[in-house]
């Protein structure tokens, strides 16, 4: 399991989401409903949908790292949490967009970008243990 480089990157995706809950994506002013700003953090506890969407991350990551035995089914698990982040970024871009006011993205924005590469890097190397496996079958 920890031979294949497809573990790493599916540890860097799991620790990326897991630290996305202390590290803020944006920061920026909110209205309150009686028009006082205050100024808020988004991370990945700030709305109920972030936390769960980034939860089922962390859990589909970690399923995926533990079904190294079935190739395809961890192929299909990369290729939800790619859809999964691709999602989760989106939500956060309509919350930076639509429900703060002189948002300034952070740095640790790119720990979205870290999951959504560590995902996609696992799916390849997966593909490509698939690969050497056929190759190595059909030259028996």
């Excluded at 939860?55 to 999964?84: A, D, E, H, P």
């Excluded at 006011?101 to 740095?107: A, D, F, G, N, T």
Aim: glycine letters at 8%; hydrophobic letters at 50%.
């Amino acid at each position: 399991m920890i031979q294949r480089v497809q573990t790493l990157w599916l540890l860097l995706s799991v620790m990326a989401a897991g630290l996305s809950f202390f590290f803020p994506f944006a920061t920026g002013w909110m209205l309150l409903p009686e028009g006082t700003p205050i100024k808020a953090q988004v991370d990945a506890g700030y709305q109920l949908y972030l936390v769960v969407l980034t939860f089922l991350i962390m859990l589909l990551g970690g399923v995926t790292l533990f079904s190294y035995q079935n190739r395809k089914k961890q192929q299909w698990y990369c290729l939800l949490g790619l859809l999964l982040c691709t999602l989760l970024g989106a939500l956060y871009l309509r919350i930076l967009f639509y429900e703060l006011k002189e948002s300034v993205p952070s740095l640790t924005s790119l720990l979205l970008v870290a999951q959504w590469a560590g995902f996609l890097m696992a799916w390849r190397g997966i593909r490509h243990d698939e690969k050497l496996i056929k190759e190595q079958d059909s030259l028996r």
